[in-house]
């Protein structure tokens, strides 16, 4: 057990349709990472938050937003969803202390979404 | 940009035969380098990782060296089991301060016959 927590564990809805996808780091981390693991794409970066605030962007769509709370919960938002968003969406989390070393990303279960 | 390029699978080996799966790195900088294990309807766990040059990563029997002047992080086990079936991804994060993404490989999948 990682330590991050995932909800919900699988998703399924139809195309159009919005979801929220939540993620919950370990205690005492600052940094949320998302990504998301397709069968054609593979394993890509979306977005970081540290500490409530946007950090680093990778490809993630203009349909697709995230923020982090104060509690530093993190919540990924998909909207206008298309068949190919089909995926699974991991959340990460890392100290991030800021230093020249990299901290290693503890990643949670994922969430599966499936569109219809 | 930075990218990964791992060993294509799917990769079947007997049990306690001797594995190794190739990957090698582009990065602009003095990229960190890490190894991640996936089991079946699992998440990602940290297998092993190493952060500078000529630095081993280890374990559980899995070793990778970070070799800078081949741009290549190997992973290796003498030895494996049933239960080391799962799919390994390499990945490497540019050095800290803060940004800290990972740039993974396609994945290997590993299928451990007994």
């Known amino acids: 057990d990682s330590g991050v927590t995932q909800t919900p564990k699988h998703l399924i809805t139809a195309t159009g349709q919005r979801v929220t996808l939540r993620c919950s780091p370990r205690?005492?981390?600052?940094?949320v990472y998302w990504y998301q693991q397709s069968l054609d794409q593979g394993l890509q970066f979306l977005i970081q938050?540290?500490?409530?605030?946007?950090?680093a962007k990778g490809n993630i769509l203009e349909r697709f937003s995230a923020q982090q709370f104060p509690d530093l919960h993190s919540e990924l938002n998909l909207s206008s969803l298309e068949l190919g968003d089909s995926a699974l969406y991991f959340c990460a989390s890392s100290v991030t202390s800021g230093g020249p070393r990299t901290d290693t990303q503890y990643f949670g279960p994922g969430t599966r979404l499936t569109v219809l | 940009g930075n990218s990964v390029t791992q060993m294509e699978g799917p990769v079947t080996l007997s049990e306690e035969a001797f594995l190794t799966i190739n990957c090698t790195y582009t990065?602009?900088?003095?990229?960190?380098l890490f190894w991640y294990v996936q089991y079946p309807g699992e998440g990602l766990q940290l297998l092993l990782k190493?952060?500078?040059?000529?630095d081993k990563g280890s374990n559980k029997g899995f070793e990778a060296t970070y070799r800078k002047e081949t741009t290549s992080f190997h992973l290796e086990k003498g030895s494996v089991q049933v239960s080391d079936s799962a799919v390994y991804f390499c990945a490497l994060s540019e050095r800290g301060f803060g940004n800290e993404k990972l740039t993974f490989g396609t994945g290997t999948r590993l299928t451990i016959i007994p």
């Open positions: 205690s005492g981390d600052l940094s």
């Open positions: 990065a602009t900088g003095y990229p960190s």
């Open positions: 190493a952060t500078k040059a000529d």
């Open positions: 938050y540290y500490n409530g605030e946007e950090r």
